[in-house]
């Protein structure tokens, strides 16, 4: 028991919410109970058995024993930018090394990007749903999100016309994040050029959060500046998905050649010295990935496009949900018709509280709680994603036919 007040947070703490890991606190409880929780609320290929390349391994303890456990120049080390600048410019986006600065995953980027551009009172264009971490640091930095649909009945695309009408003085960025998560979409060329054009007519910089830019069933997706390389574009990515690596918090970020961007890519720079640098031995990985052996890239692809298949095959056949087939990356975001005045986050926490299974409810990723979406993270092997789906199906049944309250 505390004997004097507990001591005060800031504000800006209760505005971040992270919701993917926040519910787990919720999983530790149920665990605590006695029942087994099985995890499908991190994008985490590791934990379900996928490997890093050895090869990336190799680089690292390479770079360790050749004594770079020094700091690193905050921009990172030139062998990892230069792969970065040639990797970017063969697929499109002429890039050079002093416009790209190796960051603690592509995560880091977003927040020095983001910091470099909004202030209290600025607007952000960010899809919903959305990746959390975009309104997570427009919290922390005083500055708002102003949310683009994005339709699951056309396949989960941003409304363009929605997000022109969305544009004011106020606004600083316009967020893409193309292939997407949470729904697993890919946007096609017409609308990449609608997204580009508007970036580029309003002067509004467009940050294109690329992770799952190689994890398109269909292969790797170009990055959208190189449909239009003097657009102001800043595009986003990192070791953590499709090299399999994502605790080494190996990320970067390319600024796109046009010069508006170069007070934006200044600003980033300066934010970046104060950090001192991303963790440098594993700064030595990024080359070796990027110019390297990339045939594991394949592999991993089929299997992620074998468990989509499963997932929407298995989650349609359950009276009352439907979900949108994804064609990139791990996760599906499922829609399911709940009874009024029962929200998203009931209908996960009933789930995981009555079978173990912690998805994350779509609120979390900034849809209305009355909507009825989760998100799925199928990275599990295929045997036991069907055994999940199916008590997913009869714990939906048996809650529908409750009407939604909880267990008797
Ligand atoms: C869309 C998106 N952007 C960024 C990230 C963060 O990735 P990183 O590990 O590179 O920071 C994730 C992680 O799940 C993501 O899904």
Redesign the pocket.
């Known amino acids: 028991m505390r004997t004097t007040a507990g001591i005060p947070v800031a504000r800006r703490v209760g505005g971040f919410v992270y919701a993917i890991r926040n519910i787990v606190n919720e999983a530790r409880k149920v665990e605590a109970s006695g029942r087994k929780v099985r995890y499908l609320n991190i994008?985490d290929p590791i934990t379900f058995g996928f490997k890093t390349p050895p090869h990336l391994i190799e680089a690292v303890q390479r770079a360790m024993r050749d004594g770079h456990n020094g700091y690193a120049p905050s921009v990172g080390i030139l062998p990892a930018r230069e792969a970065v600048a040639g990797e970017l410019s063969r697929r499109g986006m002429p890039a050079s090394p002093d416009r790209v600065i190796i960051t603690s995953?592509?995560?880091e980027g977003?927040e020095l990007t983001l910091t470099a551009l909004a202030e209290g009172g600025d607007e952000v264009l960010v899809p919903a749903p959305t990746?959390p971490?975009y309104t997570a640091v427009l919290a922390k930095i005083g500055a708002r999100p102003a949310f683009y649909r994005t339709d699951p009945s056309r396949g989960w695309l941003p409304d363009v016309d929605h997000i022109r009408s969305l544009i004011t003085p106020a606004t600083r960025a316009l967020v893409v994040?193309d292939p997407n998560?949470p729904t697993g979409a890919t946007y096609p060329g017409d609308v990449r050029r609608a997204l580009i054009d508007l970036a580029d007519t309003h002067n509004i910089p467009l940050l294109a959060?690329e992770?799952?830019g190689d994890l398109a069933y269909a292969g790797p997706v170009p990055p959208i500046a190189s449909l239009a390389p003097d657009a102001p574009i800043i595009s986003f990515s990192?070791l953590?998905k499709a090299y399999l690596a994502?605790g080494w918090?190996a990320?970067w970020m390319a600024v796109g050649r046009t010069d508006r961007l170069d007070d934006v890519l200044a600003g980033v720079k300066k934010l970046a010295d104060g950090r001192l640098c991303s963790t440098a031995p594993m700064e030595y990985a990024i080359p070796a990935a990027l110019n390297g052996d990339r045939s594991h890239e394949a592999g991993f692809r089929a299997a992620l496009a074998e468990r989509a298949a499963l997932t929407v095959s298995r989650l349609n056949a359950i009276p009352g949900m439907h979900t949108v087939a994804p064609s990139a990356a791990f996760y599906a975001m499922p829609h399911v018709s709940l009874p009024a005045g029962v929200t998203d986050e009931d209908y996960v926490l009933a789930l995981l509280r009555e079978t173990g299974i912690l998805c994350v409810h779509g609120s979390g990723f900034a849809t209305r709680p009355e909507d009825g979406f989760f998100r799925v993270v199928f990275l599990a092997p295929p045997e036991e994603l069907a055994g999940i789906y199916d008590d997913i199906a009869a714990f939906t049944g048996d809650f529908l036919a409750r009407g939604g309250s909880a267990a008797s």
């Open positions: 994008g995953g592509t995560s977003i990746y971490l994040i998560n959060d992770v799952y990192s953590s994502p918090r990320g």
